[in-house]
């Protein structure tokens, strides 16, 4: 049986993992060039802009999760060592952010409740 998932998913997994920050310049030739070789075997036709919109969104969402995940291991099963990668996760997401008009009221609200302050005490 053949899986079926976001096609951005796994490269986020890679390239924007909550341990290591690449710098996004990089990010996105890696984008890029993993965009051009997959789509050039796969036959599938998509707009780089809109591949890189998708990539930066499915980030988003796994590090929306992940803050959750690290603030849940810290109260629940006392492990205050995760909160440590909170403010590298919550910079991706507000990256993100800048990038996209429609989500910067987003990022003006976590700047205004303190979030990521929140989150890593």
């Not at 803050?67 to 993100?96: M, N, W």
């Not at 987003?106 to 302050?117: D, P, S, T, Y």
Request: glycine share 4%.
């Amino acid at each position: 049986m053949r899986s079926v998932a976001p096609i951005t998913y796994d490269l986020v997994s890679l390239l924007k993992d909550c341990y290591v920050r690449w710098p996004r310049d990089q990010v996105i030739d890696w984008v890029k060039n993993f965009q051009k070789q997959w789509f050039h075997s796969s036959g599938i036709e998509l707009p780089r802009e809109q591949y890189l919109r998708w990539f930066d969104l499915m980030g988003m969402q796994r590090h929306l999760k992940a803050i959750g995940i690290f603030a849940r291991l810290k109260q629940r099963d006392g492990k205050p060592s995760y909160l440590q990668d909170i403010p590298r996760t919550f910079a991706y997401i507000i990256e993100v952010c800048e990038i996209y008009p429609e989500l910067q009221s987003f990022a003006q609200l976590m700047h205004e409740l303190n979030v990521a302050e929140k989150l890593a005490q």
